[in-house]
């Protein structure tokens, strides 16, 4: 079945270390997105790439990034210049152009600072 | 720029009434409009969609929603609301420009169902 998945569920990190997040989606989507949210919080937008080898900042992109070698895959380092990183993360995938059917979205990873 | 306002941060509704989700939007153009429902640490998962047509949307769960141009409105609907509705509701817009389609969501609403 084609999908999104993002790795681990559920992460660990100590102070002043860089953690990678990943996702993978075998949807053929063109573009791909991470978000943050916090507890009962919206979703707001970290990075976004429509594009192989191609993104963009989103509102919150201060001590993160990312890459996109492979359109399969768009994994999410936060850095230890992110502060406040404790929150869960979403991925999502979308085909950009033509017929929108809006976006598909991994399950989350929940990341913790300890 | 485009904007979704979801006025409501919390609805309460009785199991067996109607429910309703308000959602506003504001766009220079013809919207793509979406409903997305969260349960709790988990994605999002697609309700339904308005692109073009019929005002009146039905997807899943049992939930719809109207499209109403003349108020900017997309409010999602039930006819009777059930415990396991409970959870977190965004809704979305999107317009096309040069880079393709990208959504905008509102700051979502949780809904919470009482038996």
């Known amino acids: 079945d084609g999908g999104i998945t993002q790795s681990p569920k559920y992460l660990f990190r100590k102070e002043g270390q860089n953690v990678t997040l990943s996702c993978e989606q075998n949807l053929n989507h063109d573009a791909m997105y991470w978000y943050r949210q916090d507890p009962g919080q919206g979703l707001r937008l970290i990075y976004y790439s429509q594009i192989v080898n191609d993104f963009q900042k989103g509102d919150i992109a201060e001590g993160y990034s990312v890459s996109r070698e492979k359109k399969e895959s768009f994994p999410l380092t936060v850095t230890s210049a992110q502060k406040n990183p404790t929150a869960f993360y979403l991925c999502?995938?979308?085909?950009?152009?033509?017929?929108?059917?809006?976006?598909?979205f991994g399950s989350g990873t929940r990341l913790t600072v300890v | 720029a485009q904007s979704v306002a979801q006025p409501e941060d919390q609805v309460n509704v009785a199991e067996g009434n109607p429910l309703t989700v308000k959602c506003t939007y504001s766009?220079?153009?013809?919207?793509?409009l979406f409903w997305y429902v969260q349960y709790p640490n988990r994605g999002l998962q697609f309700l339904l969609k308005?692109?073009?047509?019929?005002?009146l949307v039905k997807g899943s769960y049992g939930f719809e929603a109207e499209f109403n141009k003349s108020q900017t409105s997309f409010h999602l609907k039930k006819p009777s609301a059930l415990v396991s509705d409970s959870a977190l509701y965004f809704c979305?817009?999107?317009?096309?420009?040069?880079?393709?389609?990208?959504?905008?969501f509102g700051g979502g609403t949780r809904l919470m169902v009482k038996p």
């Open positions: 979305a817009v999107s317009l096309l420009n040069n880079a393709g389609n990208m959504l905008t």
């Open positions: 766009v220079s153009g013809n919207p793509y």
């Open positions: 308005y692109i073009t047509g019929d005002n």
């Open positions: 999502a995938s979308s085909i950009p152009t033509g017929r929108f059917y809006g976006y598909t």
